[in-house]
């Protein structure tokens, strides 16, 4: 295998995780997601079947009395229809593969009506940085 090509069960089952976490909630939701396969056969595990935040009101998290989070008025309470979401489950497979754990991170960004407004960074791994 071409080591630019690398293609992991974590892959898989990362992406099996949130495409089916967000089908589950947002049925018909466009999805574009980097790997072509799924893990047939697995399951996912029932500790992670609730772990997909809908809530996104998040209130005071800064300390300074204003959410950090703001959606403008015309991006709220759109038609699925009008909505892409692209997946890249683990962005650094390769450093995944080789251990370099820092360098690997899930990412996911939105569409509406064809133009990107939002995406969101993983870092699974930044607590070993701490350790």
């Given at each position: 295998t071409d080591s630019k090509s690398y293609l992991t069960i974590a892959d898989k089952r990362?992406?099996?995780l949130i495409v089916d976490s967000l089908l589950q909630e947002w049925p018909g939701l466009a999805i574009v997601a980097e790997e072509e396969e799924r893990d047939?056969?697995?399951?996912i595990p029932d500790r992670y079947r609730k772990c997909?935040?809908?809530?996104l009101d998040l209130g005071d998290l800064d300390g300074v009395g204003e959410p950090?989070?703001?959606?403008?008025?015309?991006?709220q309470d759109l038609p699925i229809e009008e909505v892409c979401?692209?997946?890249d489950p683990v962005d650094g497979t390769r450093e995944f593969v080789e251990g370099r754990l820092l360098s690997c991170q899930?990412?996911?960004?939105?569409?509406?009506?064809g133009r990107s407004v939002a995406g969101v960074?993983?870092?699974p791994f930044h607590h070993r940085n701490q350790e």
């Open positions: 990362a992406q099996q047939e056969g697995w399951e997909l935040v809908t809530d950090r989070l703001f959606v403008p008025e015309e991006l979401v692209f997946v899930c990412l996911i960004g939105i569409s509406v009506r960074m993983g870092l």
